[in-house]
């Protein structure tokens, strides 16, 4: 059964429909690309998923609720600890002074239930992942001080420590140089092949279509595409859109 | 300097002076402990907000005649406290005006009710005392002395125990609720040791000059340190010796003792800011 199910789900806010009738499954190990114009409603989507929002309608379903685990209207999504986010920057981010590890540790917090200090395990997760993403040396220098493209990889890193299942990416290449972009892309490509499922925002057509497995994309309202990247590509829409950003069809 | 300090060791041999540093110290470790999630989360105003809402409820105790006032005032504060971040988490520009609005209104219908109802005779006296601080820093008894020491072990507990949690969920709120962090209770959590600090710190620095409190040892901390445990820690440091040095000196000189430990942290904040300009150039 997919990893997470969304079914006939309408998200939006303040009592304003943004997308309604999204139905789509994501498998374990899938790359999902979302991809939408501004203020289409991807990051709403994304919210809906982690459960940060509630949806208006529809249901999503998880391996873990099972497709009859939960009998209410609202589908009872992830839990959390199967979860890792990269969230877009926030203000409060530009001048917080925490070091890479304070921040990558943070993503074990999860696992640490009420017990308030971290334990040996926790803090090998977290070196780990440093590792893993080639931040090892920059472990105690400060997280404002950083370039976008080593923030992102701290970012990335605190969302491994909280799962290696599915990973959510808000827009991971926002202000980043295209140099920096294609390592990123590089980087989550190489984490999903791997295993971890990802699905992630992205304005950039080309890495979507170089890496994702399969393309949501959503407009007027509605779903105007969902299926492999393949079927995408010969699909009207893919066309125009591919074509308009300049990617190659 | 040599009569000063003989003047100072004299008066150290007084319980009230003792007294009064201890409180002083107590209440300068807790203020900065959340200082820089204070600052970092713009909840610096829900400080002053709260403040305001601590004078208003203590004028109106005062009217009352209630001798101590600290039980009456101590719920209210907690109660607008957890109300303010309910509304700043909802909308952010509302929540903004919420906050200026209890300030401003906590802080007319205090004055008002002092002076309609109070049967003191110097009223502008005490209130001045209770928006800059009084002299009642001096004057505490040794029960007060326990319920603060009491009170700021609760405060230097909790923030303890929930310190990483804390520190995830100024960092980034969204990340801390989608991985199953309870950013909300630890919100609450922060809400309520606020109050307290807020009601703690007006006996020693009065109603207007508490964010000073709350926010100069933090800010100072920043300009050097660049990891959350260093700030933390230094910031806890800074307050401690300012807040120390600051009635030492207003004891000595006769100075009013809530802006005199303001100045000394003033000055901490452009020595600190010196030597954070001076590290990063050389």
């Given at each position: 059964?997919?990893?997470?199910?969304?079914?006939?789900?309408?998200?939006?806010?303040e009592?304003?429909?943004?997308?309604?009738?999204?139905?789509?499954?994501?498998?374990?190990?899938?790359?999902?690309?979302?991809?939408?114009?501004?203020?289409?409603?991807?990051?709403?989507?994304i919210?809906?998923i982690?459960?940060?929002?509630a949806?208006?309608?529809?249901?999503?379903?998880?391996?873990?609720?099972?497709?009859?685990?939960?009998t209410?209207?609202?589908?009872?999504?992830?839990?959390?600890?199967?979860?890792?986010?990269?969230p877009?920057q926030?203000?409060?981010?530009?001048?917080?002074?925490?070091?890479?590890?304070?921040?990558?540790?943070?993503?074990?917090?999860?696992?640490?239930?009420?017990?308030?200090?971290?334990?040996?395990a926790?803090?090998?997760?977290a070196?780990?992942?440093?590792?893993?993403?080639?931040?090892?040396?920059?472990?105690?220098?400060?997280?404002?001080?950083?370039?976008?493209?080593?923030?992102?990889?701290?970012?990335?890193?605190?969302?491994?420590?909280?799962?290696?299942?599915?990973?959510?990416?808000?827009?991971?290449?926002?202000?980043?140089?295209?140099?920096?972009?294609?390592?990123?892309?590089?980087?989550?490509?190489?984490?999903?092949?791997?295993?971890?499922?990802?699905?992630?925002?992205?304005?950039?057509?080309?890495?979507?279509?170089?890496?994702?497995?399969?393309?949501?994309?959503?407009?007027?309202r509605?779903?105007?595409?969902?299926?492999?990247?393949?079927?995408?590509?010969?699909s009207?829409?893919?066309r125009?859109?591919?074509?308009?950003?300049?990617?190659?069809? | 300097?040599?009569?000063?300090w003989?003047?100072?060791?004299?008066?150290?041999?007084?319980?009230?002076?003792?007294?009064?540093?201890?409180?002083?110290?107590?209440i300068?470790?807790?203020?900065?402990?959340?200082?820089?999630t204070?600052?970092?989360?713009?909840?610096?105003?829900?400080?002053?907000?709260?403040?305001?809402?601590?004078?208003?409820?203590?004028?109106?105790?005062?009217?009352?005649?209630?001798?101590?006032?600290?039980?009456?005032?101590?719920?209210?504060?907690?109660?607008?406290?957890?109300?303010?971040?309910?509304?700043?988490?909802?909308?952010?520009i509302?929540?903004?005006?919420?906050?200026?609005?209890?300030?401003?209104?906590t802080?007319?219908?205090?004055?008002?009710?002092?002076?309609?109802?109070?049967?003191?005779?110097?009223?502008?006296?005490?209130?001045?005392?209770?928006?800059?601080?009084?002299?009642?820093?001096?004057?505490l008894?040794?029960a007060?002395v326990?319920?603060?020491?009491?009170?700021?072990?609760?405060?230097?507990?909790?923030?303890?125990?929930?310190?990483?949690?804390?520190?995830?969920?100024?960092?980034?709120?969204?990340?801390?609720?989608?991985?199953?962090?309870?950013?909300?209770?630890?919100?609450?959590?922060?809400?309520?040791?606020?109050?307290?600090?807020?009601?703690?710190?007006?006996?020693?620095?009065?109603?207007?000059?508490?964010?000073?409190?709350?926010?100069?040892?933090?800010?100072?901390?920043?300009?050097?340190?660049k990891?959350?445990?260093?700030?933390?820690?230094?910031?806890?440091?800074?307050?401690v010796?300012?807040?120390?040095?600051?009635?030492?000196?207003?004891?000595?000189?006769?100075?009013?003792?809530?802006?005199?430990i303001?100045?000394v942290d003033?000055?901490?904040?452009?020595?600190?800011s010196?030597?954070?300009?001076?590290?990063?150039?050389?």
């Amino acid at each position: 059964m997919p990893q997470l199910s969304c079914q006939n789900l309408t998200i939006g806010y303040e009592g304003k429909v943004v997308v309604s009738g999204l139905s789509f499954d994501v498998n374990a190990g899938d790359y999902l690309c979302i991809v939408g114009e501004n203020g289409s409603g991807k990051s709403t989507l994304i919210r809906t998923i982690l459960k940060l929002k509630a949806p208006m309608s529809g249901k999503i379903f998880t391996e873990s609720t099972g497709s009859t685990g939960n009998t209410g209207s609202i589908g009872s999504g992830l839990m959390p600890n199967e979860i890792g986010y990269l969230p877009q920057q926030t203000v409060v981010q530009k001048d917080f002074p925490a070091s890479v590890r304070e921040v990558v540790r943070s993503g074990c917090l999860n696992r640490c239930g009420l017990r308030p200090f971290y334990n040996k395990a926790e803090k090998r997760i977290a070196e780990e992942n440093m590792e893993k993403l080639g931040i090892s040396s920059l472990a105690k220098r400060c997280y404002r001080e950083l370039s976008g493209g080593q923030q992102q990889r701290t970012l990335l890193a605190r969302a491994l420590c909280a799962t290696r299942k599915l990973l959510l990416l808000d827009e991971p290449a926002a202000g980043l140089d295209p140099k920096v972009t294609a390592e990123l892309y590089t980087l989550i490509g190489d984490l999903n092949n791997d295993g971890t499922t990802i699905i992630i925002i992205s304005h950039d057509i080309c890495a979507s279509v170089k890496y994702a497995s399969h393309i949501l994309h959503i407009g007027n309202r509605s779903v105007l595409f969902f299926g492999t990247k393949e079927e995408y590509l010969k699909s009207e829409t893919g066309r125009i859109y591919a074509n308009m950003s300049g990617g190659k069809s | 300097m040599t009569w000063n300090w003989d003047k100072l060791s004299e008066y150290l041999q007084f319980p009230f002076v003792q007294y009064a540093i201890i409180t002083g110290v107590l209440i300068a470790f807790c203020a900065s402990l959340l200082g820089v999630t204070l600052v970092l989360k713009r909840f610096s105003f829900i400080g002053d907000g709260l403040s305001h809402v601590a004078f208003g409820v203590a004028a109106i105790a005062a009217a009352m005649n209630l001798s101590n006032n600290f039980f009456l005032v101590l719920p209210v504060t907690i109660i607008c406290a957890i109300l303010l971040l309910r509304t700043g988490q909802n909308a952010k520009i509302k929540g903004d005006a919420a906050i200026a609005m209890i300030s401003v209104s906590t802080l007319a219908i205090g004055y008002l009710i002092m002076n309609v109802f109070s049967k003191s005779a110097n009223i502008s006296g005490d209130i001045c005392a209770t928006l800059f601080g009084s002299t009642s820093i001096l004057t505490l008894t040794r029960a007060e002395v326990w319920l603060c020491a009491v009170l700021s072990a609760l405060v230097i507990l909790v923030f303890l125990i929930f310190y990483h949690k804390i520190f995830s969920v100024t960092f980034d709120e969204d990340f801390s609720t989608a991985t199953g962090v309870k950013a909300k209770t630890y919100n609450l959590i922060l809400a309520v040791i606020i109050a307290v600090i807020i009601v703690l710190a007006m006996n020693l620095v009065g109603a207007l000059l508490i964010s000073a409190l709350v926010i100069f040892p933090a800010l100072s901390a920043m300009r050097v340190f660049k990891n959350f445990k260093a700030v933390t820690i230094c910031s806890v440091i800074i307050s401690v010796v300012c807040a120390a040095l600051g009635i030492i000196i207003s004891i000595v000189a006769g100075t009013p003792v809530g802006s005199t430990i303001v100045v000394v942290d003033i000055a901490g904040f452009v020595i600190f800011s010196a030597a954070g300009f001076i590290t990063r150039r050389f």
